[in-house]
Every structure is written in structure tokens, then in C-alpha cells.
């Protein structure tokens, strides 16, 4: 105790360089927080832009059908009992039908290619729930009980010069018939995430898609909705078991592989910084604590002589250095958590290339607050290591002879 206690008092008798240190301390664990707050939200943004707006967590196909040149002719049944089973499987919260194809659509005088994803409104927001926001300023999700809308991509729309409640003519062909044209109302915009997906992409109805394609009661994929993304593999794993070999399993990695690569880079990149600003924080605490020992010779030559222990002088150096980071780094990570909960409570808005105006919220864990906490104490100690060490092993003799 009474190390403990001299320890807090050496700090105090250079204020100038134990605030400076501090103050290091502080900067480096708030700029961390902050960092990664910001991190998180781009993250979540991304996140739910890929998977809880389009892709959904876990994918069931006919097997064969990723990767075919004629998927459609791998379609599934619409089948209640095909969706009993996969609801029993541990971990499932939703089932949600779909469809994908392309073909032409046209105004009347122009034609160009699009791609499709029918969706059935009562089902799908259960397994996407932020299909029903993710749509462009000033249109509505497609919702239930309507029949014969669409939404387009903007770029799509201006190519074919159509507004709202325009009425378009979509033509696809299904695996065993041949081209079908239907009528469809433009009932809003979806957002543009990329200018490619704004030229071609459009979600039309399930049922719509099926007339279209003269496919009844056929979908080409079964969506399932999972309480958290984490747990994907795992029921992807019990599903594959479920259902056997008929049919393939995905998860949102699988078909989104570059998603999972940006936010795998995104965390690289966070580890970097917080390895180049613990690095700068190590250097200022090792300055301060060789300082502290090359001004104390004496003081550890008359502390040795007294017959205090090596190691009780290694401790009193190290007890400095944990007192100091855990003082600073509590306020840095308050600050950092201040930064991001208050500055950023409204979040910010960014403009991707070719994209919409898109809003990132950040947001930080208490859990992340106690690892900033917990690394800076580690930190601290480690950076102290190197001088409490000298300091330890000074002769007392030539300690007290020293000026």
C-alpha cells in the first residue's frame, strides 16, 4: 500500500510532464473510440445496405442452381411444407419466397435490358426488414394487397422516360415457354447504390413475376431470416442437414463475397491505426519514465541502501505507469464515447460515387470501451517495463554518487 501511495505522489512532483503523458494517453484512447465508432457505423451501413435490404442472411436453392445458364429451370416449389421444415430448424425466424430474372422492358418506342427480383411483400420484410426504407427519397415499399407495381432504378427510369405511375411493358421469357409481355405501374425509385444497379435493377411482385414467366407456384429461392448475422453459418450448417442433398445452402458471405471483403479491410485498417497510435502513446510513456529515473538516481540509491528490494522499485515504476493509464485512458474513452454519442448523435451523411446521399450513424459498445481500457493499461505497463527495469538494477553506490 504504501508503494501504491508513493507512487500517486511521484506523480504529482513533475505536473508539466505527467499531464503531457497524460494527455497522450487520453488523445490516443479517444481517437481510437472515435475511430471506431465511425467504423462501426459504415459497417452497419454497408451491412444493411448488402444483406438486410437484399440479399437476407441465409439462402436455400435447388442444387445446381448458382451458377447454371438456365437457373430457372432449377426453380423451387412454392410449397408450404418446403417452408414448414426450414422454419423448424433451430434458429430461423422467417421464410421468404423469391424470384430472379431478366428480360426487356419498354416505354412503347424504347427497349432495354433489366433484372428483376420478385418479392412477396408479406413475408419479405420479415427476412429484410430494411427492404422497407431502402428505397430512393419520396417513394414507398412496394406493400401488400396492391398487384402490378414495380420499383426501378432511377437511371432506368430517365432511360425510358418514366415517372411515377407511368406504365411500362415488361417481356421475359420463363424455361418452358416463350416470351411473355404484362403491363407494369412504376410505383416508385429504388435507391442508387451504383449506377450499374441503377441502369438495370427493378423488384416487382411475386405473383406478377410468376404470370410473367408462366412459372405458378414456382420461386427460385427461399430467404431465412436469422435473429443475428453471426449465427448465419451455423444455421446454414443445421439447414444443409434439415434439408439434405437436394437442395444448396448460402449464407450472404457466399454471394456477397466483396462485402465481406470491405469489412474485413475496414477492420485491418482500424488495427493499423490503433497499432500506430499505441505506438506514438509507448513512446511518450517510456520518455517520461526514463526521465523520471534518470532525475531519481539518487532517491533509488538512498531507497536501495535503505533496504527497500529490487523488484519493490521495479513495482513502485510500474504502479506509476498503471496509475497514469488507467487515469487517462478512462477520460480518453469517455471522451471518445462523448465524440461519437453526442457530436455524431444525428449521425453524418456521405455521397458514394454515383450513389445516393446516405447517412452513417456510429455507434460504440461498453464492451469496446473496457478492451480500450484494459489495452491502454497493458499498454502502459509494457511501455514502463523497459525503464522500472533500470531503474531496478542501479547500484546503489553509484546511485548516491550521482549529480
Known amino acids: 500500500m504504501r508503494l501504491l501511495l508513493l507512487a500517486l505522489r511521484n506523480l504529482s512532483r513533475n505536473k508539466r510532464r505527467s499531464i503531457i503523458t497524460a494527455l497522450a494517453v487520453l488523445f490516443g484512447c479517444a481517437a481510437i473510440v472515435a475511430l471506431q465508432g465511425i467504423n462501426n457505423g459504415f459497417v452497419a451501413n454497408l451491412i444493411e445496405t448488402t444483406v438486410e435490404s437484399r440479399h437476407g442472411a441465409v439462402q436455400v436453392f435447388r442444387k445446381g442452381h448458382i451458377g447454371s445458364n438456365d437457373p430457372l429451370k432449377l426453380s423451387l416449389p412454392q410449397d408450404a411444407e418446403l417452408v414448414r421444415r426450414i422454419e423448424a430448424v433451430p434458429g430461423v425466424l422467417a421464410v421468404a419466397p423469391r424470384l430472379s430474372f431478366d428480360g426487356m422492358?419498354?416505354?412503347?418506342?424504347?427497349?432495354?435490358?433489366?433484372?428483376?427480383?420478385?418479392?412477396?411483400?408479406?413475408?419479405?420484410?420479415?427476412?429484410?426488414?430494411?427492404?422497407?426504407?431502402?428505397?430512393?427519397?419520396?417513394s414507398q415499399p412496394l406493400r401488400p394487397g396492391k398487384e402490378g407495381d414495380a420499383l426501378i432504378g432511377k437511371t432506368l427510369a430517365e432511360a425510358l422516360g418514366a415517372d411515377k405511375g407511368a406504365t411500362l411493358v415488361m417481356q421475359a421469357a420463363g424455361p418452358h415457354a416463350s416470351t411473355n409481355a404484362l403491363d407494369v405501374e412504376i410505383s416508385g425509385f429504388l435507391p442508387t447504390?451504383?449506377?450499374?444497379?441503377s441502369k438495370r435493377m427493378a423488384t416487382v411482385r411475386l405473383r406478377f413475376a410468376q404470370d410473367l414467366l408462366r412459372m405458378p407456384n414456382q420461386v427460385s429461392q427461399y430467404v431465412v431470416g436469422i435473429a443475428h448475422l453471426d449465427q448465419a453459418d451455423a444455421v446454414a450448417a443445421s439447414l444443409r442437414q434439415a434439408l439434405g442433398s437436394e437442395y444448396d445452402v448460402t449464407t450472404w458471405a457466399d454471394l456477397d463475397p466483396a462485402t465481406k471483403t470491405r469489412v474485413g479491410s475496414v477492420l485491418y485498417v482500424m488495427?493499423?491505426?490503433?497499432?500506430?497510435?499505441?505506438?506514438?502513446?509507448?513512446?511518450?510513456?517510456?520518455?517520461?519514465?526514463?526521465?523520471?529515473?534518470?532525475?531519481?538516481?539518487?532517491?533509488?540509491?538512498?531507497?536501495?541502501?535503505?533496504?527497500?528490494?529490487?523488484?519493490?522499485?521495479?513495482v513502485l515504476f510500474l504502479a506509476e505507469a498503471l496509475f497514469l493509464g488507467l487515469f487517462a485512458s478512462t477520460l480518453g474513452v469517455i471522451l471518445g464515447y462523448g465524440i461519437v454519442a453526442g457530436v455524431f448523435r444525428k449521425g453524418f451523411t456521405i455521397r458514394p460515387p454515383g450513389g445516393d446521399v446516405t447517412t452513417i450513424y456510429p455507434h460504440i459498445d461498453l464492451s469496446y470501451l473496457l478492451l480500450v481500457v484494459g489495452f491502454a493499461l497493458v499498454g502502459t505497463m509494457l511501455a514502463a517495463l523497459y525503464p522500472a527495469w533500470k531503474a531496478a538494477r542501479l547500484r546503489p553506490v553509484d546511485a548516491l554518487r550521482a549529480n
Open 105 to 138: 422492358v419498354n416505354n412503347g418506342s424504347e427497349s432495354t435490358m433489366f433484372m428483376a427480383m420478385a418479392i412477396d411483400p408479406e413475408r419479405e420484410y420479415k427476412v429484410c426488414p430494411k427492404r422497407l426504407t431502402r428505397v430512393s427519397p419520396g
Open 193 to 197: 447504390q451504383s449506377v450499374a444497379e
Open 271 to 314: 488495427l493499423f491505426v490503433g497499432g500506430v497510435l499505441f505506438l506514438l502513446v509507448a513512446t511518450g510513456i517510456v520518455n517520461t519514465m526514463l526521465m523520471s529515473v534518470f532525475e531519481r538516481v539518487r532517491e533509488i540509491g538512498t531507497m536501495l541502501a535503505l533496504g527497500v528490494r529490487r523488484w519493490q522499485v521495479t
